[in-house]
């Protein structure tokens, strides 16, 4: 009896513990969504970032300028000479801003991903995983300034890599008519809301003006939830000219494609996506990236939190309770 009395007592006490640990995490809670709030609006505030985030909200997209990212004509030099060098490896000719490939270049009957809607032959290349390759990408996809945009649409803390990319675009018939227009969370089953489930930035590596084939996007498009209503969404197009070194930063539910580069050389773009934790990366990122490279960049911390490394349910993270005997 005795002995029985103290199980209970004992099981009791341990019930208001978890009760009061229960309440405190509850707290916990609450403390840090609005720690989170206001660090968010803090570091806008602290950026400059007023003005696109206005922007963002009305358009979908906004042009932030070097001065604002901090990223240098060094560093943006550095990223395309990597890229160049990357491209001659895989293509097989040197490649230069001002010339383009060096040799003529054959995709076969390769038929493009957005090409495809208007049935002309690709005039591009995307080079992958860009994250591998050097510290300088993985500097660039954790800019302070492209993070706080992307978690201002996605939402901080949920807030996750997908996938970096470059586009390596040459003088051609771009997408077509079409202008390859879509959305890029068109894998998304709708109905689609406010928050961005995927977005995007663009960072121009060469001028974007309307002879280099530059962007194409539907200004407020991202409030219509849907894919772009064709044709009508062409003649809605505008094209998105600005300096070389620029970032556009875009909602997924933006409409969106190119225009065809009408010029010799090249127009380069890192095209870095993030998404929202509850969707799937296009690059399996948390389970397939080096997890050391994360470690050699300007912020470890803030690259592995956006790489998802380490998420709940990969392994017995929460405890289990005990026996009483
Ligand atoms: O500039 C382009 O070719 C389009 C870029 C694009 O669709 C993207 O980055 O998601
Ligand atoms: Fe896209």
Same mark, same amino acid.
């Given at each position: 009896?005795?002995?029985?009395?103290?199980?209970?007592?004992?099981?009791?006490?341990?019930?208001?513990?978890?009760?009061?640990?229960?309440?405190?995490?509850?707290?916990?809670?609450?403390?840090?969504?609005?720690?989170?709030?206001?660090?968010?609006?803090?570091?806008?505030?602290?950026?400059?970032?007023?003005?696109?985030?206005?922007?963002?909200?009305?358009?979908?997209?906004?042009?932030?300028?070097?001065?604002?990212?901090?990223?240098?004509?060094?560093?943006?030099?550095?990223?395309?000479?990597?890229?160049?060098?990357?491209?001659?490896?895989? !293509?097989? &000719? +040197?490649?230069?801003?001002?010339?383009?490939?060096?040799?003529? =270049?054959?995709? /076969?009957? #390769? $038929?493009?991903?957005?090409?495809?809607?208007?049935?002309?032959?690709?005039?591009?290349?995307?080079?992958?995983?860009?994250?591998?390759?050097?510290?300088?990408?993985?500097?660039?996809?954790?800019?302070?300034?492209?993070?706080?945009?992307?978690?201002?649409?996605?939402?901080?803390?949920?807030?996750?890599?997908?996938?970096?990319?470059?586009?390596?675009?040459?003088?051609?018939?771009?997408?077509?008519?079409?202008?390859?227009?879509?959305?890029?969370?068109?894998?998304?089953?709708?109905?689609?809301?406010?928050?961005?489930?995927?977005?995007?930035?663009?960072?121009?590596?060469?001028?974007?003006?309307?002879?280099?084939?530059?962007?194409?996007?539907?200004?407020?498009?991202?409030?219509?939830?849907?894919?772009?209503?064709?044709?009508?969404?062409?003649?809605?197009?505008?094209? !998105?000219? &600005? +300096?070389?070194?620029?970032?556009?930063?875009?909602?997924?539910? =933006?409409?969106? /494609?190119? #225009? $065809?580069?009408?010029?010799?050389?090249?127009?380069?773009?890192?095209?870095?996506?993030?998404?929202?934790?509850?969707?799937?990366?296009?690059?399996?990122?948390?389970?397939?990236?080096?997890?050391?490279?994360?470690?050699?960049?300007?912020?470890?911390?803030?690259?592995?939190?956006?790489?998802?490394?380490?998420?709940?349910?990969?392994?017995?993270?929460?405890?289990?309770?005990?026996?009483?005997?």
């Amino acid at each position: 009896m005795r002995q029985k009395q103290s199980v209970t007592e004992k099981t009791t006490r341990k019930d208001d513990e978890n009760y009061l640990q229960g309440k405190k995490f509850k707290n916990l809670l609450i403390k840090n969504e609005k720690a989170i709030h206001e660090s968010r609006q803090e570091s806008i505030k602290s950026l400059g970032l007023g003005k696109y985030i206005a922007e963002l909200e009305m358009d979908g997209y906004t042009v932030v300028p070097p001065s604002v990212t901090g990223v240098s004509t060094e560093e943006i030099d550095h990223l395309t000479d990597l890229l160049l060098k990357k491209s001659e490896e895989l !293509v097989g &000719c +040197p490649f230069s801003i001002e010339s383009g490939p060096e040799a003529e =270049l054959d995709y /076969g009957n #390769y $038929p493009g991903t957005l090409e495809l809607m208007s049935g002309v032959k690709p005039a591009q290349f995307q080079l992958m995983q860009l994250c591998t390759f050097d510290r300088a990408f993985r500097d660039l996809a954790i800019n302070p300034v492209a993070v706080a945009l992307m978690e201002y649409l996605i939402q901080p803390e949920s807030t996750r890599f997908s996938s970096h990319n470059c586009f390596v675009k040459w003088k051609g018939e771009g997408y077509g008519d079409s202008l390859g227009l879509h959305c890029d969370q068109g894998g998304v089953p709708l109905p689609w809301g406010r928050i961005s489930l995927n977005a995007n930035t663009n960072w121009c590596l060469t001028e974007y003006t309307m002879e280099n084939g530059p962007l194409a996007v539907v200004p407020g498009s991202h409030h219509r939830n849907s894919h772009p209503v064709m044709p009508g969404a062409i003649e809605e197009a505008i094209p !998105v000219e &600005c +300096p070389k070194g620029s970032l556009i930063a875009f909602h997924g539910q =933006l409409w969106h /494609g190119a #225009y $065809p580069k009408k010029s010799d050389g090249l127009r380069i773009t890192i095209s870095n996506y993030y998404r929202h934790a509850s969707i799937s990366p296009q690059d399996d990122i948390p389970n397939h990236f080096p997890k050391e490279l994360a470690e050699d960049c300007s912020n470890p911390d803030t690259f592995k939190r956006l790489a998802g490394f380490g998420a709940p349910y990969q392994s017995q993270v929460l405890p289990v309770p005990r026996a009483i005997r």
